[in-house]
């Protein structure tokens, strides 16, 4: 038994050095040339490292750093909330599918940044315009994930909630949900990474505050190593996220007794 043991936390440690790999090549590649080059577009190292110190940490994080995670948050889980609820009853209701269907796929057709315009014009630059434009961005794909997941349910389990008399909301959360919950956490993880990015670039657009906008600002002032930075914030932010989404899935795959 401690010889199995020994031996599966040695493939785990092999394959996170594994995966990490690939990551530590490129950062050491990105040292020695920013360290060689003597160019002023790609700042050493240490450089970014200080940038990012004075940038993002202390005052800079309030400032900037939470009204963007802010945006997000607020953004994103009203997305996914409304795109789940919605997309369960075109799921369900095949008049209602087949009357949004063209709409949905047109939606889907279209980049969300390229909505950005549209969204100026009705709300304006500021908070709402980024948290509208992040909650159009996640509705969308949610909708449509969650729209298929829900279409094929097991015939034979609505079937059986049929026999059992189990009707309404009770439906619903006991077999509609648990049953798409799965494909649902999976697109969510998706919209996820889409909203970081709607987030960035809506910032960029007016804006005087957030991570976007202070990327854009050291870019137009030629502050290179701030640029970076904020680069490396948003890529940092981007698996941190990432990471919990992946543990709370695990967890809700737990739950239902589906952890393989």
């Not at 040292?31 to 490292?49: E, G, K, Q, R």
């Not at 953004?75 to 063209?102: D, F, K, Q």
């Not at 509705?139 to 009707?167: F, G, H, N, Q, S």
Request: no cysteine.
């Amino acid at each position: 038994m401690e010889t199995m043991e020994n031996t599966s936390a040695v493939a785990s440690i092999r394959n996170n050095f594994s995966s990490w790999l690939l990551t530590l090549v490129l950062f050491l590649a990105y040292w020695i040339y920013a360290h060689l080059a003597n160019n002023s577009i790609f700042p050493a190292v240490p450089d970014i490292a200080r940038a990012f110190q004075n940038t993002w940490i202390g005052s800079g994080f309030a400032t900037n750093v939470l009204p963007s995670l802010s945006n997000l948050a607020f953004g994103y889980l009203l997305g996914m909330g409304g795109g789940v609820l919605l997309g369960s009853l075109i799921g369900r209701v095949s008049i209602i599918r087949n009357i949004t269907s063209p709409v949905i796929s047109f939606l889907l057709t279209i980049p969300p940044i390229a909505m950005i315009p549209i969204f100026l014009l009705i709300f304006g630059v500021g908070q709402q315009m980024q948290t509208a434009i992040i909650t159009f961005a996640t509705l969308t794909y949610m909708l449509l994930a969650t729209a298929a997941a829900v279409e094929r349910i097991e015939p034979t389990l609505m079937a059986t909630a049929k026999i059992y008399k189990i009707d309404g909301l009770r439906r619903f959360f006991q077999i509609i949900l648990p049953y798409a919950l799965p494909r649902i956490l999976a697109a969510a993880r998706v919209s996820l990474a889409t909203a970081i990015l709607v987030m960035v670039v809506s910032e960029m657009v007016g804006a005087s505050r957030g991570i976007g906008a202070q990327i854009l600002i050291a870019q137009q002032s030629f502050a290179y190593a701030d640029m970076w930075s904020g680069l490396v914030l948003v890529g940092i932010l981007g698996v941190g996220l990432n990471f919990i989404f992946a543990a709370v899935e695990k967890k809700v795959e737990k739950f239902l007794g589906r952890t393989k």
